[in-house]
Every structure is written in C-alpha cells, then in structure tokens.
DNA sequence: ACAATATATTAGTATATAATAATGTAATAA
DNA sequence: TTATTACATTATTATATACTAATATATTGT
C-alpha cells in the first residue's frame, strides 16, 4: 500500500485549483450548483475537457455532486476553495501593484 | 507580446504553492527568513533542486530574498501564503474525517 | 590573483498534465 | 425496445514539470 505523505496530499488538494479552467469552473460554482452542460456552455469549453476538471477536483475530495435526472449537478464542498482563490488574486494584485509601482516612480516628475 | 490572462496568473500563483517540497519550504519559511543552504540541508534535498524551487517560486512574486554576504536569505512576501497552506490543511482535515467517518459506521454498534 | 564557499543556471531525461477525439454508459422519452 | 440526451472514460499526442548532474557566477578570504 502506497500512502501518500501529507504534504503530498495537501500539494494534490492546491494543485486542483491551480489551472485556469478549474479556476473559471469554481468561479462558476461560487454562484450556486451547475451541471456539467451548464459549465461547458458558459465557459465555451468541450463537454470531455470539462467532465475530467471535474473529475480531477471530484477526487480530491473538493466538489460535490448529485444526479438530478439526466444532469449531474456539480458544487464546491469547502468555503476554503473560495477563500484560496480570493487569497491568490489579493497577492496578485499586490504583485501587480508594485510592478506598476515601480513604473510610476520612473515616470514621475 | 503574450500577456497572460488573469485566470492564468492566478493559477501559476497557486501552482506555486503546489508542489510537496515548496511547502515544506515555505513551513520552514514560516519561522523566519532562511538562506539557502538551511533550506536543503535542514530538508535534505539537493542544492540545485532547492534552487530550483525558489526561483520558481520567486518568479511568482511570493517570496523576497536579499544577499548577505555569501548567503542569500530568502523570506515569504505574503502573509496569505501562510493563510492558503492552512486552508488546504483544514479541508485535509476534513477530508481524512470524512472517510474516517465511513469506516467507523461500518465498525459501530 | 587564486582558492573556497554559496548559490544560480543549464542540459538532459523521465514523468505528469492537458487537450482533442473517439467511444462507452446511464437515464429518460418515444 | 430503440433513440436521445447528458455525462464519463479512454487513447493519443503535445507540452510542462521535476529531478539529477554538470557547469557558471558571485562573494569572501588569503
């Protein structure tokens, strides 16, 4: 038996927010369960590319689902994905900001 | 020139933290700002490999480092770093409960 | 100027990840 | 029972990532 270590785990559960699609897809669920077509419409993505974001999130224990019908109806299980997100675009911003920053001293006066 | 979207930016700012020997570093980070040579030796990995991270890691902005002689002492920029390992450790947590929680329904009563 | 030390960079290779296309499966409707 | 719809899975291929080993660079001491 093969037990991943725990930093491992916790570097799978990161790395399943860290690609842009997942991103847009949470974003999505940030407004409530969707299904699958749902996703892939509004994201104007394919329909498989889709289905394995979600797998992938599904495994690492990050999404929830139940079928409703044909549909499966996806949301995110921990506020805590929320708060990464909202925690990784406050450090951008701050990145950006000092970027910029360092532009503004240089055009000024 | 290719300007990376936001989604994008903000997924190699995650994809940052993504990795099993990034957060071992930035744990040892935590306790205050460590030269390189602390690092690998204290976590028993390669020089190069160690660098490797770093560079990665301060390409995307989250860490600030200043020479010191010979040394080049290496400190994490953001708070929020520190916030997200602990977010995705919290779902961790509750992950683990949860399938625990299965296997003690299945040996109760 | 030369040696030693700390770190960075590069090249090479192995492994992981992602996208598309094609196929499979389960639920409902006719 | 057959067709249709929604979704999942698999195979293939391209690209990205990570590790090791080797080499380069920069700082300090002699």
């Known amino acids: 038996?093969?037990?991943?270590?725990?930093?491992?785990?916790?570097?799978?559960?990161?790395?399943?927010?860290?690609h842009p699609t997942r991103i847009r897809?949470?974003?999505l669920l940030r407004r409530g369960e969707r299904c699958v077509c749902e996703i892939y419409e509004n994201?104007?993505?394919e329909q498989s590319n889709v289905s394995q974001h979600l797998s992938l999130m599904k495994k690492q224990g990050i999404?929830?689902?139940?079928?409703?019908?044909?549909?499966?109806?996806?949301?995110?299980?921990?506020?805590?994905?929320?708060a990464i997100l909202?925690?990784?675009?406050?450090m951008l911003r701050a990145e950006i900001h000092s970027t910029l920053g360092?532009?503004?001293?240089k055009t000024a006066e």
């Open 86 to 90: 909202d925690l990784a675009r406050e």
């Open 43 to 45: 994201l104007e993505l």
């Open 1 to 18: 038996m093969k037990t991943s270590d725990l930093y491992t785990r916790q570097a799978d559960l990161i790395k399943a927010l860290a």
């Open 102 to 105: 360092v532009l503004n001293e």
């Open 25 to 27: 897809i949470v974003e």
């Open 63 to 82: 999404l929830d689902w139940r079928k409703e019908g044909l549909r499966v109806m996806y949301r995110v299980k921990y506020p805590q994905v929320f």
